[in-house]
């Protein structure tokens, strides 16, 4: 079996091309028909030079974003999973999408007039989005934490109570928004990549760094805790720290993620899922594996949303959902009666 | 590793569920918990690993108080064998024992680690085992595995010294009796290396045959403790557990004391009897 698992780490290993493959033709691909070919073969300059325009400032960054979503939504949802010993959490359960959702939506639906003028030209929806899930995300921590210790359960359940009231909050705005705002909150909520750009990606990054920083402490605790949190800390593993750190990576990926491209459902549940039938358990080769998975999957996703209704596009959440209901069901199937995760 | 507890006590669901606990373990020492369900028998080890919090009372071990210790030097110094170990994740054997040395033996190189986890796999009797996924092991299988892995805990703390403090929770609860005499030797060497071991066991004559000296807990106190044949009495028997008095024998070679009760059998079967009696 562990020569099993060796070879599982081969088969992650060999994502790394595939990731890159995927991300090459996404670039290559587009409505606008213009590829490589024309950068390197055009006859005239304003041909290459609108190549140029479109490869390296629309599609390379709508790319770069896609995959960097994609890797934080599915390391994210592989950590949930693991700390919640749930197969069925993923990164919302601790108030990140609904906190972003929630304020995002007030931006919206609020001030359209302050999103579109000054200095937070653009950035007042994501920025409020960051905010948002960072806040609901210390609350519910706050809210779960008696004498030091944390309980995941009531995380888990005021996360869910808090998504219901978040829905019932945004509902209310829905209901008062105008036809732009409500155009808006619709894409926003199905999530798309059509805002991306060169400095989103800069500021996302640091995020992204730190949650990865985190991530290689947290797989060997995650997997002592899949024998129970008692268990582990019996062992000597620092339990409380971990959960700590696991809400404190998850919100630092995901919340900026969110804030920036909308709630994109399905990757942070189902990649986790997909990576454990090739390695098995251990999170040192699931959050890895995640990360990469839902990288090429959300990339993939992405560039389909882009081309099957070109020129224009589909929120990148449809085909998300659209694909990862199927999955989810086979996997549901085959896993039917067994203990999971595994 | 010397483990004492002095005047414990702990809270739970708002009442006091264990009052005035005193015990004292030396090092080479096997102590026996014994006494009738919900005596608090697991309370009192959980207290001892520090899984729960004492409401009253100190534990030291070594003369280090427990509070005072965290999670990494505790889980050098003690390990706890739960009675249910609830696994869901389909790790080999070998990876679930080796998840027991990461943190008591950290700074020692993985292929020592892998060395104790094999050996204590090889003592439980699981050496064709290693590769296995737990989930499809028995229930008495997986108990053994874990035992090899709070053995592996302790093993890979010790470096040229004694081993810490065995705390074993019903450990022959999910064993066949050749499994149940081998886990119960595994202790003695613990024991004889100077370890200590602390274990809840049921069986009375179990106890009484391996331990060093038997605790007697009855609703939430320790009601008697000393050596196997000074405990176990009629009046335990009856006191304790309410069986009938009159079925406490002694073996005739290492004079350790033997419960058989004898009131099962009915007056019309000892009619029926066709081998002499051997119990004196």
Redesign the interface.
């Known amino acids: 079996?562990?020569a099993m698992r060796v070879h599982a780490g081969w088969i992650l290993l060999s994502l790394l091309p595939l990731l890159i493959l995927v991300m090459l033709v996404a670039v290559e691909v587009g409505a606008s028909g213009a590829g490589i070919g024309t950068l390197l073969h055009a006859p005239d300059v304003a041909t290459r030079n609108l190549a140029w325009m479109v490869i390296a400032h629309i599609r390379a960054p709508r790319v770069v974003l896609a995959a960097m979503a994609g890797a934080a939504l599915g390391a994210a949802g592989a950590t949930m999973q693991g700390l919640f010993?749930n197969p069925l959490a993923d990164p919302g359960l601790i108030g990140v999408s609904s906190g972003a959702a929630l304020a995002a939506s007030c931006v919206i639906v609020l001030g359209v007039d302050m999103a579109q003028s000054g200095f937070l030209n653009g950035w007042a929806v994501p920025l409020a989005g960051m905010l948002g899930s960072f806040l609901v995300t210390l609350l519910l921590y706050v809210f779960a934490t008696r004498a030091g210790i944390t309980s995941v359960t009531t995380v888990l359940l005021a996360g869910v109570a808090f998504g219901a009231f978040s829905g019932a909050l945004t509902g209310i705005l829905i209901f008062r928004a105008n036809d732009t705002a409500l155009r808006d909150l619709t894409f926003w909520t199905l999530g798309s990549f059509s805002g991306a750009n060169w400095e989103r990606i800069g500021l996302l990054s640091p995020f992204l760094v730190l949650a990865g920083v985190i991530a290689t402490r947290l797989a060997?605790p995650l997997?002592?805790m899949?024998?129970?949190e008692?268990?582990a800390?019996?062992?000597?593993?620092?339990?409380e720290r971990t959960k700590r750190l696991a809400m404190l990576g998850v919100a630092a990926s995901v919340g900026p993620v969110v804030a920036f491209v909308g709630a994109i459902g399905f990757v942070g549940v189902v990649v986790p899922h997909l990576v454990r039938l090739v390695t098995?358990?251990?999170h040192r080769l699931v959050l890895p594996g995640s990360a990469l998975l839902g990288a090429i999957l959300l990339t993939a996703a992405d560039t389909i949303a882009r081309l099957v209704a070109a020129p224009a596009e589909l929120p990148v959440g449809i085909i998300t959902a659209a694909l990862g209901t199927p999955v989810f069901v086979w996997l549901l199937s085959r896993i039917h009666g067994a203990?999971?995760?595994? | 590793m010397t483990l004492e507890i002095q005047n414990a006590s702990a809270r739970a669901g708002g009442r006091e569920i264990v009052h005035n606990l005193d015990l004292a373990l030396a090092a080479g020492e096997i102590v026996a918990v014994v006494g009738p369900n919900g005596a608090g028998k697991s309370t009192l080890l959980k207290l001892a690993?520090g899984?729960m919090p004492l409401h009253g009372g100190e534990i030291r071990f070594d003369g280090s108080k427990i509070g005072s210790l965290s999670?990494?030097e505790?889980?050098?110094r003690r390990?706890?064998l739960?009675q249910e170990?609830?696994?869901?994740?389909?790790?080999?054997a070998?990876?679930l024992v080796l998840?027991?040395t990461?943190?008591?033996g950290q700074g020692r190189p993985m292929a020592e680690r892998v060395a104790i986890a094999q050996d204590t796999l090889d003592r439980v009797g699981l050496s064709s085992f290693m590769?296995?996924?737990i989930?499809t092991l028995s229930g008495g299988e997986r108990q053994r595995v874990h035992l090899a892995?709070v053995l592996a805990?302790l093993e890979a703390a010790a470096r040229n010294g004694a081993p810490g403090c065995l705390l074993l929770d019903e450990p022959l609860s999910a064993q066949d009796m050749a499994r149940q005499r081998l886990i119960l030797q595994i202790a003695k060497m613990h024991a004889a290396h100077g370890g200590s071991v602390l274990l809840v066991l049921h069986d009375l004559n179990w106890a009484a045959a391996c331990a060093d000296r038997i605790v007697v807990m009855h609703q939430g106190r320790i009601q008697s403790h000393g050596l196997p044949r000074d405990i176990l009495t009629s009046e335990l028997l009856h006191d304790v557990f309410g069986i009938p008095d009159g079925c406490i024998h002694q073996h005739c070679s290492t004079g350790r004391p033997f419960v058989v009760p004898h009131d099962l059998v009915m007056p019309e079967d000892i009619n029926k009897r066709e081998t002499p009696c051997i119990l004196q």
């Open positions: 079996m562990r010993r060997v997997n002592a899949l024998l129970g008692a268990d800390a019996l062992m000597g593993y620092p339990v098995g358990p251990d203990d999971i995760p595994s | 690993c899984l999670a990494g505790l889980s050098r390990a706890l739960p170990c609830p696994m869901r994740a389909r790790f080999t070998l990876e998840m027991g990461a943190i008591s590769e296995r996924d989930m892995r805990q």
